[in-house]
């Protein structure tokens, strides 16, 4: 486990980046990383951070939001359009939803308060792991519109159409589903990362977000919905 810059990676071990300034803490997570073969490096604060970002490729960020320098909210706003399918997962002290819902609109893909269950600590890192895994093309196109997943770039009828992070992920996994159509439930698990609440309509809202940038100006309709199942993007 190292401090710093990382060193060599072991091939097809999961390399993890973990930032936070608790040196126990994160001596902690790291031998409990390192326990179940991740190849773990670490790093006390923004800077730190950025340069091992800049340096390696990493399958899985931990990131506290607490930091010294440079809060992890900054931190993740600044690295996630490089990284846009590098799954990050926020560790936080912080009890209010405020903090979560900035955390997950700032691109974290799940939130754990502190303390943790170490059981349902590393659940949650084998999700994000397995879907970082996925198979998929840098750039996927439906009709007119294209998206470019490593460029973090839209485009429609040759517009480009600047999203935000959810944005972006909501419309990357409708046109990763393309024709068929996915239900809230689904959206919001593999979108948010979260169970789906019935009693929200954060899922709606995003859709609709989404719908006014990729739909509003073209008399073809991409986004639809689909009564009592949820939506589906179709080009037919």
């Given at each position: 486990?190292?401090?710093?810059?990382?060193?060599g990676?072991?091939?097809?071990?999961?390399?993890?980046?973990?930032?936070?300034?608790?040196?126990?803490?994160?001596?902690?997570?790291?031998?409990?990383?390192?326990?179940?073969?991740?190849?773990?490096?670490?790093?006390?604060?923004g800077?730190?951070?950025?340069?091992?970002?800049?340096?390696?490729?990493?399958?899985?960020?931990?990131?506290?939001?607490?930091?010294?320098?440079?809060?992890?909210?900054?931190?993740?706003?600044?690295?996630?359009?490089?990284?846009?399918?590098?799954?990050?997962?926020?560790?936080t002290?912080?009890?209010?939803?405020?903090?979560?819902?900035?955390?997950?609109?700032?691109?974290?893909?799940?939130?754990?308060?502190k303390?943790?269950?170490?059981?349902?600590?590393?659940a949650?890192?084998?999700?994000?792991?397995?879907?970082?895994?996925?198979?998929?093309?840098?750039?996927?196109?439906?009709?007119?519109?294209?998206?470019?997943?490593?460029?973090?770039?839209?485009?429609?009828?040759?517009?480009?159409?600047?999203?935000?992070?959810?944005?972006?992920?909501?419309?990357?996994?409708l046109?990763?589903?393309?024709?068929?159509?996915?239900?809230?439930?689904?959206?919001?698990?593999?979108?948010?990362?979260?169970p789906?609440d019935?009693?929200?309509?954060?899922?709606?809202?995003?859709?609709?977000?989404?719908?006014?940038?990729?739909?509003?100006?073209?008399?073809?309709?991409?986004?639809?919905?689909?009564?009592?199942?949820?939506?589906?993007?179709?080009?037919?």
């Amino acid at each position: 486990m190292s401090t710093a810059m990382p060193t060599g990676l072991i091939e097809q071990t999961p390399q993890i980046l973990v930032v936070e300034d608790d040196l126990p803490l994160a001596s902690f997570i790291g031998e409990r990383l390192e326990s179940e073969q991740y190849s773990v490096d670490l790093a006390n604060d923004g800077p730190v951070a950025t340069e091992a970002l800049n340096n390696s490729k990493y399958d899985l960020v931990i990131l506290d939001l607490n930091l010294p320098t440079v809060d992890g909210i900054t931190l993740l706003r600044q690295f996630r359009p490089a990284h846009p399918r590098m799954p990050v997962l926020v560790l936080t002290g912080r009890s209010s939803i405020e903090d979560r819902v900035l955390s997950l609109d700032a691109g974290a893909d799940d939130c754990m308060n502190k303390p943790f269950s170490l059981l349902e600590f590393s659940a949650r890192v084998r999700a994000l792991l397995r879907r970082n895994y996925e198979p998929i093309e840098a750039i996927s196109t439906v009709g007119d519109l294209t998206i470019d997943r490593r460029g973090y770039r839209v485009e429609r009828g040759g517009k480009e159409i600047n999203l935000t992070f959810r944005e972006f992920s909501l419309l990357e996994y409708l046109i990763r589903n393309a024709r068929r159509p996915v239900s809230r439930s689904e959206l919001m698990e593999n979108v948010w990362n979260q169970p789906f609440d019935p009693s929200t309509n954060l899922v709606d809202v995003y859709v609709k977000y989404v719908r006014d940038k990729v739909d509003a100006d073209f008399d073809f309709k991409l986004i639809r919905t689909m009564r009592g199942v949820g939506y589906v993007l179709s080009d037919e």
